[in-house]
């Protein structure tokens, strides 16, 4: 049976807050709105400019706010869907959800990792849709979504880059422990409506959907047998450092 040590996601808070300033930013052009005519503030020329102003920049605020609240939820989402799969993963893993991880400098969180007999790896959820097209070696992916007649172009964060720098934290907690440990990582895209365009190395796994992951799961071996009680001993050690953070 896996064992599972769900930590505290830190974007929780920020998806809440981030919904309760929509709201206020949503409602407060309308109260603006209300109090202008009711009060007659457009018979003073200074205050009926200071209200529209007002206006104008909560509706700005509304849709900035409203950008990352998708994009955190997005993101949320994404993870639910990663536990949901590895949840059917068999043998006796121990699985890291939302491990926040720091050495010296270097301070990241990585969205679920995972120890077993096999190996040590770290998956990184992505749950963007569209066209992803990027290269292993550069800053940025570009995303296209297709919207009838019109596309939309976003970038975002090399996440094999991001998965690097991750597994490098983890490596550097543990050698300091003095375990020096293998550790992959896998690249997972959520979203049944994403379309891969990726220019990879050989050892850069990405995987397209929950069954995609699921089997990478299943058939990854280094062989290299990791004893429970090393397992145990490597989860021992993350969990102590994240107790530190």
Not at 35 to 58: D, N
Not at 92 to 111: Q, T
Not at 134 to 153: I, N, P, V
């Amino acid at each position: 049976m896996n064992k599972v040590i769900r930590c505290k996601n830190t974007n929780n808070k920020r998806i809440v807050a981030l919904l309760v300033l929509q709201v206020f930013m949503g409602v407060s052009p309308v109260l603006l709105l209300i109090s202008f005519v009711m009060f007659r503030l457009y018979e003073h020329k200074i205050i009926a400019i200071v209200i529209i102003v007002l206006i104008f920049l909560c509706n700005a605020a509304y849709v900035i706010l409203a950008r990352r609240y998708n994009v955190l939820n997005s993101g949320r989402r994404g993870e639910k869907q990663l536990y949901k799969t590895v949840k059917h993963l068999s043998g006796n893993n121990i699985i890291f959800c939302n491990l926040p991880i720091r050495y010296k400098r270097g301070r990241s969180e990585v969205d679920m990792l995972i120890i077993s007999h096999r190996g040590v790896i770290i998956v990184e959820v992505k749950n963007h849709s569209g066209t992803i097209q990027g290269s292993w070696k550069s800053e940025k992916w570009e995303q296209r979504k297709f919207y009838r007649d019109k596309t939309a172009t976003l970038e975002m964060d090399n996440p094999i880059k991001q998965m690097r720098r991750q597994r490098d934290i983890v490596k550097s907690i543990l050698n300091a422990a003095g375990e020096d440990v293998w550790i992959d990582t896998v690249l997972y895209f959520s979203s049944s409506n994403a379309k891969l365009k990726l220019n990879l190395r050989e050892n850069d796994y990405v995987c397209l959907g929950s069954r995609e992951l699921l089997r990478f799961l299943e058939d990854y071996d280094r062989n290299e047998i990791i004893s429970k009680i090393q397992m145990e001993k490597y989860a021992r050690i993350l969990n102590d450092a994240r107790a530190n953070i």
